[in-house]
């Protein structure tokens, strides 16, 4: 696997993360990958043909091997990291499409036509489900491996001697494994790299359903204040037109209107007739 391209392909997801995912890709390559690449295949490099047990029975060593290590730690790490950042490359795919489809728009319609999205890489709609699905997803993958690692190795340690009783072996065959100590450092160090890689995904994931909730809460009190305005208008527009309902009913009527205070009643009696 060519891993300069696939760290070039992964730096597009810099571009649509938040800060939080940029944090966690700059701790995937520098604190994950670049060990991986640097020390860990060569620290496991020896541990089959290091793996001596006490004993010349033909064949007993390679069992003992298969039975302690099942999968090597170096294919597990490699799967792991391959599952971990790809929903990286599904949110840049996303945001590829959405600019095909922004594209394919304007030549339809023209410049003056509208646009389908102000900015295609804003985490909203579709988009925002990928970015979510994709933390999601990722910070799964990094506790399902580490429930994996502790499974097949209690405590995520190595022990220097371990006790085989598989055939081929005649009988309790006592097992030393290569550099424990070296390995057990760097599993380790790849175990609370992963554990703090959930963390940032699990806090960017607050980040956003929090911040998507609180764009909800705004727009609901954006639309209710725009209703009240209108139903402030609307009844400043009724009692207006019933001012002007009764003033048509007072000059429609044959009752007179009131007297002023200062106006004698004879004169307002010629001045209606």
């Not at 940029?22 to 793996?51: G, M, P, Q």
């Amino acid at each position: 696997m060519n891993w300069g391209s696939f760290e070039g392909l992964l730096s597009g997801v810099n571009k649509y993360s938040t800060a939080f995912g940029r944090i966690w890709l700059s701790l995937v390559f520098i604190f994950r990958v670049l060990v991986y690449l640097v020390t860990a295949e060569h620290v496991w490099s020896d541990d089959h043909k290091d793996f001596d047990c006490n004993t010349r029975q033909p064949g007993c060593s390679n069992v003992c091997f298969d039975e302690f290590f099942p999968v090597s730690h170096v294919r597990l790490w490699a799967l792991q990291l391959i599952l971990v950042t790809c929903p990286s490359l599904l949110v840049v795919m996303h945001v590829a499409y959405r600019e095909a489809r922004e594209k394919k728009h304007r030549e339809a319609v023209g410049q003056d036509g509208g646009r389908l999205y102000l900015n295609p890489g804003k985490k909203q709609g579709g988009l925002w489900w990928t970015y979510v699905c994709s933390l999601v997803f990722k910070a799964s993958v990094d506790a399902t491996f580490l429930y994996v690692f502790h499974s097949f190795y209690p405590k995520y340690t190595l022990p220097p001697v371990v006790k085989c009783h598989a055939a081929p072996c005649p009988n309790s065959v006592d097992c030393f494994i290569s550099k424990p100590s070296e390995k057990n450092i760097f599993t380790l160090f790849m175990i609370i790299t992963a554990a703090i890689c959930i963390l940032l995904n699990l806090v960017e994931l607050a980040y956003l359903v929090s911040k998507r909730c609180r764009e909800c809460l705004a727009a609901r009190k954006t639309q209710g204040a725009g209703v009240g305005h209108r139903q402030d208008c609307a009844t400043s527009f009724r009692k207006q037109d019933d001012l002007l309902s009764d003033d048509l009913i007072f000059l429609g009527s044959e009752a007179h209107p009131p007297l002023l205070p200062n106006r004698p009643r004879g004169h307002v009696k010629k001045t209606i007739l």
